[in-house]
């Protein structure tokens, strides 16, 4: 069956600007997750869904940034007025419920802010 | 300090040696992940575990929950080894805390 996947692959986009980045979870999947890479940071997880609802959105990094999913599927990432430190790889990963279960990861989305 | 410490940072092997890589945890957790990144690649799950030793071909994990402690084992290394190997443990949601990685390099 299909994994998760992400799109865009990459994007380059000028400060100031909104970026929606998406991410397709393996169907059935009722978590999804996600995370960042940045240079400096390492991983980082920054929310997750349970379902459609993400009850923990603390670990997002300003109010510039928002998710959601709908469907119990899609999932969107949204980050508005981007910053040069927004610049990371966004990864998004699925498991089959919230808990201790393996991970499956996207490829992820390369975000570069000029 | 950081919740989750991977040992060494950077490693560098002959092909065929027996590579071990380190992680200490300092919260309670439920479960323990290795996950392997090739350069410019995805991140993979190798190892997901909670007790005891798991081993998947070449690769041998084990945890000591007593000790907060992790090893990966490498049998038999390989040039296709070459990659980030990181420890991350699961928190309280299910998300994941990262060790900072293991860069590790096998040469022929």
């Known amino acids: 069956g299909a994994g998760v996947s992400q799109s865009p692959s990459n994007k380059v986009t000028e400060k100031g600007k909104d970026v929606e980045l998406r991410c397709d979870p393996i169907?059935?999947?009722?978590?999804l997750y996600w995370y960042r890479q940045s240079l400096g940071q390492g991983l980082e997880f920054l929310i997750y869904f349970q379902g459609n609802s993400a009850p923990d959105k603390s670990g997002l990094p300003s109010d510039r940034f928002s998710a959601e999913r709908t469907g119990g599927s899609v999932s969107t990432l949204t980050i508005q007025r981007t910053q040069q430190e927004d610049s990371a790889v966004y990864l998004c990963a699925s498991s089959p419920e919230v808990g201790a279960y393996e991970q499956y990861f996207g490829p992820g989305t390369r975000l570069t802010v000029t | 300090k950081n919740e989750v410490e991977q040992s060494p940072q950077n490693l560098t092997a002959q092909e065929g040696e027996f590579i071990t890589i380190n992680c200490s945890y300092s919260v309670g957790i439920s479960a323990l992940h290795w996950l392997q990144q090739h350069p410019g690649g995805g991140i993979v799950s190798l190892f997901m575990l909670s007790s005891g030793k798991k081993k998947h071909g070449r690769l041998i994990a084990t945890i000591n929950i007593q000790e907060k402690h992790s090893s990966l084992h490498i049998t038999a290394s390989h040039p296709r080894d070459s990659a980030v190997y990181i420890c991350?443990?699961?928190?309280?949601?299910?998300?994941?805390?990262f060790g900072a990685g293991t860069i590790l390099r096998v040469k022929s």
């Open positions: 991350a443990v699961t928190a309280n949601a299910g998300e994941l805390v």
């Open positions: 169907s059935g999947h009722t978590a």
